[in-house]
């Protein structure tokens, strides 16, 4: 069983940057694949952003270049950092992980095996 407990979501304006944090409990999590995921009012959840376990890196054409997935293997930690907001950046955002050992980073929903409760994240016009 895998624990997955997000941070950093709040109010910013556009423009304007956050940083998301998802920490991992267990002792294997330099093996995990992670994944950020996003889901706004009446819309499908989508994928944002992957890392692997070798830590290469996957993004969402939306957010390529404004956002950047990261990992901290010795805080079990990974994050999103979130800049040039916009207000079609506002959703809840989840974190999830893999545990296959992909060498690549997964971009689909059912290639994760545990998620998050996520975090809110809004960003005024």
């Known amino acids: 069983q895998v624990q997955l407990v997000e941070s950093g979501g709040g109010l910013v304006q556009a423009g304007g940057s956050l940083r998301l944090s998802c920490a991992a409990s267990g002792r294997l999590f330099s093996v995990y694949g992670m994944g950020w995921f996003r889901q706004a009012p009446g819309k499908v959840r989508e994928f944002v952003a992957g890392i692997s376990m070798y830590s290469s890196t996957s993004y969402a054409d939306s957010v390529k270049g404004r956002f950047t997935i990261s990992r901290d293997n010795a805080k079990n930690t990974v994050y999103l950092q979130m800049n040039s907001l916009k207000p079609d950046d506002t959703a809840v955002y989840y974190c999830?992980?893999?545990?296959?050992?992909?060498?690549?980073?997964?971009?689909?929903?059912?290639?994760?095996?545990?998620w998050g409760q996520g975090t809110q994240v809004t960003v005024s016009s």
């Open positions: 999830a992980a893999d545990l296959s050992r992909s060498a690549l980073p997964r971009r689909q929903e059912n290639e994760y095996d545990y």
